[in-house]
């Protein structure tokens, strides 16, 4: 029979364990929010500049998105402020219209200031069909507007969708 003091260090072991992977998948995730960042502003100069006058940004490294009349997406990414992960957010889309294939792509969202900012980390935030997303090439990101605080900027990594539909984006909050 094992006795407590074996059944506590075993269990201690487990939560230093659980702490590391925990640590590991958030090394891992800034290091692919950094490469994503890396990626939009080789694509658009001009998303550098537009990322020093945020409040903060998301941004989703890798969003899967499929459909077949009825569609959904998928990413996990950070919320960075000041150069820094403050939490780890995912987001969800569900989508209704004419649609068929499968995609993924990476989504930065720009708040303008610090309001927006802290309603999305306050995880009263959702997208509306209204808000628009645009596509991330030389100097798109500086001709785009805010739009009630937040500016959205997508790019294509791969797959092919053909998409005339509506939906919206929800968004998760986990505050490091």
Same mark, same amino acid.
């Given at each position: 029979?094992?006795?407590?003091? &074996?059944?506590?260090?075993?269990?201690?072991?487990?939560?230093?364990?659980?702490?590391?992977?925990?640590?590991?998948?958030?090394?891992?995730? #800034?290091?692919?929010?950094?490469? /994503?960042?890396?990626?939009?502003?080789?694509?658009?100069?001009?998303? +550098?500049?537009?990322?020093?006058?945020?409040? /903060?940004?998301?941004?989703? *490294?890798?969003? !899967?998105?499929?459909?077949?009349?009825?569609?959904?997406?998928?990413?996990? !990414?950070?919320?960075?402020?000041?150069?820094? *992960?403050?939490?780890? &957010? #995912?987001?969800?889309?569900? &989508?209704?219209?004419?649609?068929?294939?499968?995609?993924?792509?990476?989504?930065?969202?720009?708040?303008?200031?610090?309001?927006?900012?802290?309603? %999305?980390?306050?995880?009263? %935030? &959702?997208?509306?069909?209204?808000?628009?997303?645009?596509?991330?090439?030389? !100097?798109?990101? +500086?001709?785009?507007?805010? +739009?009630?605080?937040?500016?959205?900027? #997508?790019? +294509?990594?791969?797959?092919?969708?053909?998409?005339?539909?509506? /939906?919206?984006?929800?968004?998760?909050?986990?505050?490091?």
């Amino acid at each position: 029979m094992m006795n407590i003091k &074996t059944l506590l260090t075993c269990t201690a072991m487990s939560l230093c364990l659980v702490a590391g992977a925990a640590a590991d998948d958030k090394s891992r995730l #800034t290091e692919e929010v950094q490469e /994503g960042r890396a990626e939009f502003v080789k694509k658009d100069a001009s998303i +550098a500049e537009e990322l020093s006058k945020a409040a /903060g940004y998301a941004l989703f *490294p890798g969003v !899967g998105k499929g459909g077949i009349g009825i569609g959904g997406a998928r990413g996990t !990414g950070q919320v960075v402020v000041n150069g820094s *992960p403050v939490a780890k &957010t #995912t987001m969800t889309q569900v &989508t209704v219209g004419l649609q068929l294939g499968g995609q993924k792509y990476r989504e930065l969202i720009l708040f303008q200031d610090k309001a927006a900012l802290d309603k %999305f980390l306050e995880g009263k %935030f &959702t997208m509306a069909a209204q808000v628009s997303a645009v596509a991330a090439a030389s !100097g798109a990101a +500086a001709n785009a507007k805010y +739009a009630n605080g937040v500016k959205v900027i #997508t790019m +294509a990594v791969g797959g092919l969708m053909y998409e005339a539909s509506v /939906g919206g984006q929800k968004f998760g909050i986990e505050k490091y």
